[in-house]
């Protein structure tokens, strides 16, 4: 199977810099975005486009989890059913099927 650019380019990722580098790089992404949304949202300094640059370096590094997680040993179809699952679980919610959280 030929793997697409962004399969490519997570997995040179991790392979040059490491897991535990990789992880602490996500958290701090998630971090930023995360400040980036408060500011928009609720003090109303930020801009879409600061939520948007934020929100690409959380894919970019998601994409990146998930190569770490397939490097130990959970195959491509086992997340693609778990995210499927959580796929169907919110779609229970929005047609009032579930508890109303989201959990």
Do not use: Y
């Not at 109303?44 to 770490?68: F, K, P, S, Y």
């Not at 059913?81 to 047609?95: C, K, N, S, T, V």
């Amino acid at each position: 199977m030929t793997k697409t650019r962004e399969e490519r380019l997570f997995e040179a990722a991790v392979d040059k810099w490491g897991v535990p580098s990789q992880v602490a790089l996500l958290l701090e992404e998630l971090a930023e975005l995360q400040a980036a949304v408060a500011r928009l949202v609720f003090r109303g300094r930020g801009t879409l486009q600061a939520v948007a640059l934020e929100l690409a370096d959380v894919q970019i590094m998601t994409g990146q989890l998930g190569v770490i997680l397939k490097r130990l040993g959970m195959e491509d179809r086992e997340l693609q059913g778990i995210r499927a699952l959580r796929l169907d679980h919110l779609e229970g919610l929005l047609r009032g099927n579930g508890k109303g959280t989201h959990d």
